[in-house]
């Protein structure tokens, strides 16, 4: 699949603001089997300095920036062109059992989990929670394999938990979606890493875009995409397997890959340090156009 990229976000603010400092995950990766070109970031006001060819300890692309005029609105437009692949089959043995995996990571001794280690343990946006690990233990039955266990797990969430975008924001504590059962794709990554983080495996959040379509007989609006999350399992001697709880399907074609971490506050789209501005507000608006 090949599509076009645009994504908008502009910040109004109450107040001017003298100074802010960025950092901004808005270029795709390029090393998850998908090829990008005609990557470009523009930013507005433009930046007293911009380093946009950085990238953090994940090896996602990042552009840092600082603006030192006063300004009371903040553009950022990134647009590419990505072409996608369908995703790797998994092993249709459906792997190892899931304990053997755990095992296999808690030794802590293979150089070929080293890079996974990083994806085992609680972080701020996903802690180990005993309602998670109540919750994985009907997927994760003794000796099932883990891809097995895993896809279960996705059809749960996707079954179980309501998607619901206005049950949400930015930091609502996870004990709060897996007590309310509903929120967006960010909230159903965060609850399958914490399953299976609490199961002693290995899991990352990813953020990226998937293709839409309109409804049958509806044209598509502009700017009514969005950003999207899902979230990938360690598999030792295999590698990634990604994971779509909001659509209870293996990440592929559809999926546009932007950065991985540990949870959302590693990847969000844009962060950084405002001075002033008093109140403000964010409009957002995603395209993910098909190439045909």
């Known amino acids: 699949m090949k599509f076009r990229v645009r994504h908008l976000t502009s910040y109004h603010y109450g107040e001017p603001v003298p100074l802010s400092h960025h950092a901004a995950h808005l270029r795709p990766r390029g090393d998850t089997g ?37 300004h009371t609105t903040l553009e950022l437009e990134s647009t590419f062109e990505v072409e996608t692949h369908p995703a790797p089959v998994p092993p249709a043995d459906g792997g190892t059992a899931w304990e053997s995996v755990r095992l296999h990571l808690a030794a802590d001794s293979d150089p070929a989990v080293e890079p996974a280690l990083d994806f ?14 109540a919750y994985a233990e009907s997927s994760f039955t003794p000796g099932r394999p883990l891809v097995e266990a895993v896809l279960d797990l ?34 159903f990554a965060h609850a399958g890493i914490a399953c299976l983080r609490a199961t002693g495996l290995a899991a990352r959040y990813v953020s990226g875009y998937i293709r839409t379509v309109a409804a049958p007989g509806k044209e598509k609006l502009q700017g009514a995409d969005a950003s999207h999350a899902w979230l990938s399992v360690f598999l030792p001697g295999w590698g990634w397997l990604d994971v779509d709880p909001t659509n209870d399907k293996t990440a592929g074609e559809d999926h546009v890959v932007v950065a991985w971490g540990r949870d959302y506050d590693d990847v969000s789209p844009i962060r950084g340090v405002v001075l002033g501005g008093g109140e403000h507000h964010v409009d957002v608006a995603v395209d993910v156009e098909e190439i045909v």
């Open 34 to 70: 998908q090829r990008h070109h005609s990557v470009d970031v523009k930013i507005t006001p433009f930046p007293a300095v911009l380093r946009d060819d950085a990238t953090d300890y994940f090896g996602n692309p990042t552009t840092f920036f600082t603006i030192q005029d006063p």
């Open 120 to 133: 085992l343990y609680a972080s701020a946006q996903v802690p180990l929670l005993p309602e998670a690990r």
């Open 154 to 187: 996705t059809r749960r969430i996707h079954a179980d938990f309501k998607f619901d975008p206005d049950a949400t924001s930015v930091g609502i504590p996870l004990a709060e979606v897996f007590d309310q059962r509903k929120g967006v794709c960010q909230d």
